[in-house]
């Protein structure tokens, strides 16, 4: 049986276990309807060109998850910023973990999808958000719609901000020979509502997990949205990560995409500007190697005039290892005074390492200003000898200069103990003796 | 300390010198002057191993040893400085760090440990002082949005910090106003011994007033055409060049 039609006949035993009179349940019939249409997307989509999910499909996941396996905090604490306090919304197999997690309901909702979903008291904002952004038709998104049970419920009031940042960390045990994780977040910021989210995948053995993500995130009227994903897992970990977010008046959201591990890693980014003065931020950088494959397509639908995007994504290849950047910008008819700005920058370590990027602009307004630029190349020579010139060897001097190009990007991280670790997790991937503290 | 011996470099096709002859003694600084395009930065850089060019003929000798396939990193160990006419920007590494990081790799050639973070600050904290750099500056990222200026003087603290035997200091006065000029001066007559020497490129006399040269040298064409003392300078700054081309003619 195909990973397909065992996904398909597994629904049934899923509605076992889920309240299928909750109206939700009927979104998520339509769902599995759609994706046993569409089935998993093939190279034949320009979406998906260059990006196989063959050898993934082959393997035989376990779906649901079984009890929850304990991790010791001591065990996992690394893979936390535990410099600092923060909320923890955390899952072992798929499975809530309350005894790794700190959630809170005083004043905000910092909670899990679960509740949200069958408690009578979020029945409203469900009936609101809950798959409304996200993609009726997009195969991968509507087979996690159509499993949705579990994830990360945030819902900040108007006017509130968290008193510290927020952590979605999932653990894999390695428990099943196998796993596919099918974690759903809704991330809601009312108006002048401010948060800041970490999320990061983790498997802590080396059996195979394929997660396939969605996260619908809705900023309202000049509300704040800092995220920040920490993709920084091991060869056997694959991630879909489904990102859609809704827009309204004066929003800023900025998502920051630390792509640092993984066997192979989608992220489908999706920004939708449904206001005006909107500004939409996309960092990346991406260092990767061996035969680690990495594949980043952005959307940003400019739907209104007088917003902003800016994307600045960095990379460095080495040995085998594979890159895709997509970056499509739409800007509608109406929406004059656009500000576009895309940059898609690349360091290719070795003659194997790929890297295709594409801007894709469509633009139907007249009075924008849209830029991009890609670039795929090797060091400045200058940079080199000037390091070189002050006593530092070549290789170390190589290193020094990919840390100083990859690092440009860091500067928008407004949580100053990730912003160190993100430093960190660089320099040791490019073997810098950095022989200071940051 | 260092001895040139005819020598022609080339980048590509070009050949930018065309037997440079040179003696630089330990305690003496010498001054190489002349037109835009004469090879000056070319020697510069061809000193401290830029591979780039391609050395034809001749050798270039520090304390009687040949650097013919030394890389700059190693020059850098053996003691030579070059402070550069357009400086790198370095994001991300601050002053204070990339300065940590050249000090300890030039100490590990040596075969010595990290200088002991306590003696690291205090040499930071001294030549800093001596080069009026504040200390916000030292956080900063490598040469990132420095203005012209303030990346001369950042040339200087390094050199100061490095303590070279032989310092190149290529065309450091332009882009600084006067009190800058003064500080960076300061600073390169402070650094001065009887056991270093210091090469000064410039373009104008403007310097020498500041660092007296002992000798100071001509380059045209890739050739030193005149050379003499720091009177020389001053001739050029009255008559240009154009009477020492004509003279290379005949």
Known sequence: MDLKEKLVSSFLVFENGVDVDNPVHDIRTEAIKNFEAKGFPTKKEEAWKYTSLNTLQKIDYSIFPKKENMLEYRDVKKYFIHEIDTFKIVFVDGVYSSFLSETTHDGVDVCLMSSALNKPMYKQIIDVYFNKIASKDDSLTTLNTAFSREGAYIYIPKNKIPKKPIEIVHFSTG????????????????????????????????????????????????????????????????????????QKDGSVVKVHTFSFGGKLTRNNLNFYQNGERIDSTMKGVTIIEEKQHIDHHTLVHHIQPNCESHQDYKGIYGENSTGVFNGKIIVDKIAQKTNAFQQNNNILMSDKATINTKPQLEIFADDVKCSHGCTIGQLDEEALFYLQSRGIPKKEARALLMYAFANNVLESVRIPELKVRINKLIANKLGVRLGFDL | MLKINNLHARVEDKEILRGINLTVNAGEVHAIMGPNGSGKSTLAAVIAGKEEFEITEGEVYLEGENLDETSPEDRAHKGIFLSFQYPVEIPGVSVTNFMKTAINES?????????????????????????????????????????????KRNEIFQMAMLEPKLAILDETDSGLDIDALRIVANGVNKLKSKDNAVIVITHYQRLLEYIVPDFVHVLHNGKIVKSGTKDLALELEEKGYDWLKQETVV
């Open chain 1, 175 to 246: 428990n099943e020979a196998a796993l596919l994780l099918q974690p759903r977040n809704l991330i809601i910021a009312e108006e002048n509502a401010e948060m800041q989210i970490i999320e990061r995948h983790q498997s802590l053995t080396a059996n195979e997990v394929l997660t396939n993500s969605v996260t619908e995130i809705y900023a309202a009227k000049n509300s704040n949205v800092d995220y920040y994903k920490v993709q920084n897992d091991l060869t056997t970990a694959s991630l879909i990560d489904n990102t859609y977010i809704d």
């Open chain 2, 107 to 151: 100490r590990k050639a040596k075969g010595l440990d990290d200088m002991p973070a306590k003696d690291m600050l205090k040499l930071i904290r001294e030549k800093s002082e001596m080069l009026e750099i504040d200390r916000k500056f030292l956080s900063r990222s490598l040469n990132e949005g420095f203005s012209g200026g303030e990346k």
